[in-house]
């Protein structure tokens, strides 16, 4: 399997789906339903593990009401790491992120009330 690493374009989609998808208030399964594509593929790329092909991608851009091109459009200058994609998220006022993120976000949520108060 290709990791990240290898391969930044992964790293580059991993953060923009799980971004995307939670600014749009959707879980995995509801974009799953949206888009066609099985949760486990969805959950494979949002961990950037292995490849995946230009009509999965086309159909959960469609879903998320954006493009392919958006969806590899590069974050940032460094790779982002689990507590960067939390951060933005809750930069865009979002709190709905995978369930394995859950601790993450909430002590992201906490503080970022305490910056706004």
Same mark, same amino acid.
């Given at each position: 399997?290709? $990791?990240? @690493? =290898?391969?930044?374009? !992964? $790293? @580059?989609?991993?953060?923009? #789906? ?5 600014? &749009?208030? #959707?879980?995995? @399964?509801?974009? *799953?339903? &949206? ?10 790329? =949002?961990? +950037? ?8 991608? @086309?159909?959960?851009?469609? %879903?998320?009401? /954006? ?7 590069? /974050? %940032? =200058?460094?790779? %982002?790491?689990?507590?960067? &994609?939390?951060?933005? +998220? ?6 709905? !992120?995978?369930? =394995?993120?859950?601790?993450?976000? *909430?002590?992201?949520?906490?503080? %970022?009330?305490? $910056?706004?108060?």
């Amino acid at each position: 399997m290709i $990791q990240s @690493e =290898e391969a930044p374009a !992964l $790293q @580059e989609l991993r953060v923009n #789906l799980i971004v995307g998808r939670a600014r &749009v208030g #959707l879980s995995q @399964e509801d974009l *799953s339903r &949206v888009s066609g594509v099985s949760r486990p593929t969805i959950s494979r790329i =949002e961990r +950037a593990v292995g490849s995946v092909g230009v009509d999965v991608i @086309e159909r959960l851009a469609l %879903a998320l009401g /954006t493009s392919v091109y958006d969806l590899y459009s590069p /974050t %940032a =200058e460094a790779v %982002a790491d689990d507590d960067d &994609v939390v951060r933005r +998220a809750v930069a865009c006022g979002i709190s709905r !992120l995978p369930k =394995e993120r859950n601790k993450l976000i *909430s002590r992201y949520i906490v503080l %970022a009330k305490r $910056q706004c108060t």
